[in-house]
């Protein structure tokens, strides 16, 4: 059996750390280079960064940010926001991630994937998707639907079947966000992670909810998560890497621990 992973996520705004609540009142919270050191020394097993308004500005990913946050890291980083083109995935490599998001970019453009895939590889190619509870109906017989932009822009599109295209496409990994838990600190929404990770064969990522221990065992076990993404309740000091590491497994669950 594979370890679960926990995965710290930052989102950056301006060059800062940022934090919001279901997409909105958005405040910046701190440093994001110095929060990738406390977590890496921590024990974290991955690191995602996220720069939140790239997309919904139609503007390039901060690269010197990136760069600033590799270097003190020596576990994968996963960077997205704004990814548009191959040459913006070769750009952020470069820059010393490991993995590349594509989110609203592949929404418009599918085939994104497949050409991200191709030049570096479909394990370093993540599909990231936030999704909010809709009524189920023709569109979306999931009862799940597709935003872009950051959570600004609905696209009528059915989760459950954009995460299969993403897979036949060449994602390697899924980071299954929901907007109606994040920031909530209520829990992860454990019914769409279990749906996706029941239609897909590759990786899953929760995200979105997280504000107790026992709300990442609960996503791994009952929401068969391979990953459980946290950010409020590290962020702001609640809990520790080692800490949340720890809890799991003592409660039976497969991670790696640094001791």
């Known amino acids: 059996m594979l370890s679960k992973r926990v995965i710290a996520c930052l ?8 934090k919001s609540v279901r997409f909105v009142d958005t405040k910046n919270i701190g440093d994001p280079v110095a929060k990738a050191r406390e977590y ?36 994968p980083l996963s960077v997205g926001g704004g990814v548009r083109s191959v040459q913006d995935a070769t750009d952020l490599r470069l820059a010393g991630a490991e993995k590349i998001n594509v989110n609203s970019a592949a929404v418009r453009r599918p085939a994104l994937i497949a050409e991200c895939a191709d030049a570096i590889g479909s394990q370093n190619v993540v599909l990231s998707m936030d999704i909010r509870q809709v009524t189920p109906d023709q569109r979306h017989p999931s009862g799940y639907e597709v935003v872009i932009d ?50 897909v064969r590759i990786p899953v990522i929760a995200s979105g909810g997280a504000g107790l221990p026992a709300h990442l065992f609960d996503v791994l076990t009952e929401g068969k998560a391979d990953a459980a993404l946290v950010a409020s309740m590290v962020h702001y000091g609640d809990y520790t890497v080692s800490g949340l590491k720890s809890y799991l497994h003592g409660r039976g669950v497969k991670v790696r621990m640094s001791w």
């Open 150 to 199: 950051g959570g600004r822009t609905p696209m009528g599109m059915d989760a459950l079947a954009w995460t299969r295209q993403g897979e036949r496409l060449g994602a390697g990994e899924l980071v299954v966000n929901s907007i109606d838990a994040d920031g909530t600190r209520q829990g992860y929404e454990l019914n769409l992670t279990r749906k996706i990770s029941e239609a």
């Open 11 to 18: 989102d950056v705004r301006d060059g800062h750390l940022a």
């Open 40 to 75: 890496y020394e921590d024990g974290l097993d991955e690191l995602v960064f996220y720069d939140i308004t790239a997309s919904s500005e139609r503007r390039r990913i901060i690269l010197d940010v990136v760069e600033a946050v590799a270097a003190e890291v020596f576990i």
